[in-house]
């Protein structure tokens, strides 16, 4: 096992049945990197994402995160990672404040913490005048937002992101990535699954997941090179029209 690493994992399997959801995935990913975790819809990142947050046993593998062994250490994996996911996670009929409150104190947060990080936050992200509103009242982009910040709240270790910009209108991508460079600079390792292409270009490095095993693994920068790509598009559908398995 490694422990130098945020996340490490080899030959990661996930068998449902006769059925290989992840089939034998090995990869690591260094401390305060954006890693992005890409592959079309059935490839496996979910579940992979799923058994690295401590939310579902492996069939067979070695995997740590945040040095926390994956099989016999979940409980303190879940509190030193982040989760957002692709759909919207925050309560709708709670304000902006009660959602940082709860959240927070579901990740151990001390209350007095809690009350002078809240409204620096709140101020950070322009919501002050929103902050008593109801959080189904918000733009989507402003929800997806203030669930990135509930996620790092805690300063945890790792923070998974599942798509986390679905739905969002360009500019709001943007400002979402600007925050995603900032956690990343203040320590925090960002794991990204994302649709948008475009996107993989602003990670450290991009792991391509087909039908549950990884197929590369490197720098947009190489990954364009190796397979004469002009854009991680490109490299993406060389890989994809290889994939038996879909939706």
Same mark, same amino acid.
């Given at each position: ?13 996930? +068998?449902? !049945? ?13 401390? #305060?990197?954006? /890693? ?8 496996? +990142? ?5 058994? %690295?947050? !401590?939310?579902?046993? =492996? ?7 945040? #040095? ?25 009929? %709670? ?7 709860? /959240? ?5 947060? =001390?209350? +007095? ?8 936050? *709140? ?11 109801? &959080?189904?009242?918000? $733009?989507?982009?402003?929800?997806? +937002? %203030?669930? /990135? ?6 300063? =945890?270790?790792?923070?998974? %992101?599942?798509? $986390?910009?679905? #739905?969002?209108? $360009? ?36 792991? *391509?997941? &087909? ?8 720098? $947009? ?13 490109? &490299? ?9 398995? #879909?939706?």
């Amino acid at each position: 096992m490694k422990k130098d690493h945020a996340i490490y994992a080899k030959d990661l399997t996930k +068998k449902f !049945g006769d059925f290989y959801a992840v089939d034998k995935i090995s990869f690591a990913v260094d401390k #305060g990197e954006i /890693f992005g975790f890409l592959g079309a819809n059935g490839a496996g +990142k979910t579940t992979a994402m799923r058994m %690295l947050s !401590g939310l579902s046993y =492996p069939t067979s593998g070695q995997a740590t995160v945040a #040095g926390f062994d994956v099989y016999k250490e979940q409980e303190p994996i879940k509190k030193n990672i982040g989760y957002m996911s692709q759909k919207f996670s925050l309560y709708e009929n %709670l304000t902006i404040r009660e959602n940082i409150k709860f /959240f927070a104190g579901v990740y151990g947060v =001390p209350t +007095k913490v809690i009350k002078e990080k809240r409204e620096q936050l *709140i101020l950070d992200l322009g919501m002050e005048n929103e902050a008593n509103k109801m &959080v189904g009242a918000l $733009p989507l982009g402003w929800k997806q +937002k %203030l669930a /990135f910040s509930v996620a790092i709240f805690h300063e =945890p270790q790792i923070v998974f %992101l599942d798509e $986390p910009t679905g #739905g969002v209108d $360009p500019i709001t991508r943007r400002q979402f990535w600007n925050m995603i460079y900032e956690a990343s600079e203040r320590g925090i390792t960002i794991f990204v699954t994302t649709h948008y292409m475009d996107e993989s270009e602003y990670c450290d490095r991009v792991s *391509i997941m &087909v039908d549950g095993k990884i197929e590369a693994l490197d720098t $947009p920068k190489n990954l364009k090179a190796e397979y004469n790509a002009d854009t991680m598009d490109d &490299v993406f559908y060389q890989l994809a029209r290889g994939a038996k398995r #879909g939706d």
